[in-house]
């Protein structure tokens, strides 16, 4: 049967394994980035240009957005906080990240 409710300590269970960490940073991305990407040829798509499509991605996101350094910005579920510090790098907003995990909030 499967399990259709949740605790705090299951979600924790799930989102604070390291080794999970581990394995998504070495299938996405190597600095923990999990999101998705912006190729320029999906279609002949290798696996290095997963990184790459994953930065074009934030800079597409981040042109979109229309955030300045006056902005203020909330990342819900940011993982790593690799887009979170990116975006105020780029801009010199302020970024406030929130995240199940406590393991990735402490990555961040």
């Known amino acids: 049967m499967t399990q259709t409710s949740f605790t705090e300590a299951d979600t924790e269970a799930l989102f604070d394994d390291v080794e999970r960490d581990q394995r998504f940073r070495s299938f996405w991305h190597p600095d ?42 909330l990342e819900v579920a940011c993982g790593n906080g690799n887009a979170a510090i990116w975006i105020a790098q780029q801009t010199g907003c302020e970024v406030v990240g929130i995240d199940l995990s406590s393991s990735y909030i402490d990555n961040a």
């Open 32 to 73: 923990g980035s999990l999101h998705w990407g912006y190729f320029e040829n999906l279609a002949s798509a290798q696996p290095e240009d997963f990184v790459p499509a994953c930065d074009r991605w934030d800079a597409y996101m981040l042109q979109q957005s229309g955030i300045t350094a006056e902005s203020r910005v």
